[in-house]
């Protein structure tokens, strides 16, 4: 019994510091930044800016492409946390698991990073020639989050449903706004005639 009352702190501290939001922006930010530089560097992107699809529904589509999988992924993990912690834990860390707050990050939160993550590596992939640069440009994405958890841990920011609300809206405006941006500066002319 000492090992599971271990083991649900651990879970508890995990949660409370928002690791399970890391996993939705970093794997579509890989994916999204291969998906024009690698494109490009296996000749498939030049076909596809050729076509008459207006520039926002190419990237919308590339955004979705990539933060699908990660988003799945990442609900299938919190439905194995939910079903292990109604098994094994206490009624206090399983009622924590399923909590209107982390219902609220795990469903609302979790596409809203993961649309983040991709459409930041998408804007920084269509400006430059390497897909390392671009992934290592990309995570630099992840320090804010985790600057969040560090913040939260310390109590310096208050750890709830409001906030995590806020946090959605917020998120929304921002997944808008860089898609606007990533429009913007992506120029199918000029991604053709630079990068040959």
Known sequence: MRVLAVFEKELLEVMKNRLPLIVPIIVPMVISTFSIIGEKQARGLEPLLATPIRTWELLLGKSLAAALPAVGATWIAYGILVAGMGILA???????????????????????????????????????????????????????????????????IPYSLPMFAAGALALAALDVAILVAATRLFQRETILTRWR
């Open 90 to 156: 206490s009624p206090v860390v399983f009622a924590a698991t399923i909590s209107g707050m982390w219902l609220l990050a795990m469903l609302i939160i979790a596409p809203l990073l993961a649309l983040l993550g991709v459409n930041l590596g998408i804007l920084v992939s269509s400006r430059v020639n390497d897909t390392r640069v671009a992934q290592q440009l990309g995570s630099l994405v992840v320090l804010p989050l985790v600057g969040l958890g560090i913040a939260q841990t310390l109590g310096k």
